[in-house]
């Protein structure tokens, strides 16, 4: 029994493979005209401003907010942990891998394979902005708020490897805005309410001590941009989203993560 499960996940991810590289070769790499430069400079001056008029009174206040409300935000930012989105698709990905596709019903099939690509885009989106920051926030090494009356608002130790000093960009605040950057891609018209969910949740590590507010502008600029480059990789490759002359990827119609109800006779 368990040695034909492990053919079949190694025949699934094969298979899975397979059609990836066939499509990346069958499709050039002809990407969308997104005004990158655009989100960056956004990106950019919105960090800037929230450094210039933000962070010195974020720091100055520390430890000074209500009990209530400090437990408030220390609560919400557990929703801010990567593992909360990393966890459940992988185990999606793992579930999916063991299961015998070929003797499911074509409507089974499709939730199925639309729920192993969002799962996949979580991952990606979420997994590889985390690497990404963390890399970033030991290398340029800022103080934390916690530290505020010993470091002020700029001191670096580059490659300290010391969770001190690993205050730029917020670990928390990327998650976050991966998973706003995935909701943007998936529901376009509901951009506001994933926005305000998500930049309230990443602003609770202001809140608590963790990070500057421009800790958190730029590492939820940071997770965004990654979402949004898988989505055109996606788009590219036909998974979940078609690709467009110019702008990011539209969500297909045959995307559907609940069957489609049936009518009483």
Partial sequence: MLLGVGRRSL???????????????????RYPNVLWSVWVLVWVLLTAAAFVRLDTPAGMLHG????????????FTQF???????????LLLVAANLTDWRSLSRRSLMLLYNWTCLAFLVLCATGLSGIAVN????????ARPLYYEDFGVLTLHPFAFDARFAGFPSGHGTTMGAVFGVALLLFPRRWYIALAITACIA???IFVGAHY???TVAGFGLGCGFALACGLVFARLGFIFRPMPSGLPVRKRTFRLIGPTRKAA
Avoid: E, H, M
């Fill in 11 to 29: 025949d699934n991810f094969r298979d899975t493979t397979q059609i990836a590289k066939s499509r990346l070769a069958t499709r050039p790499a």
């Fill in 64 to 75: 000074k907010w209500s009990a209530g409300f400090a437990r408030t935000a220390d609560f």
């Fill in 80 to 90: 801010g942990l990567g593992g909360w989105y990393l966890i459940p698709s992988v």
């Fill in 135 to 142: 890399v970033l926030k030991y290398a340029i090494g800022r």
């Fill in 203 to 205: 602003s609770t590590r």
């Fill in 213 to 215: 507010p421009s800790d």
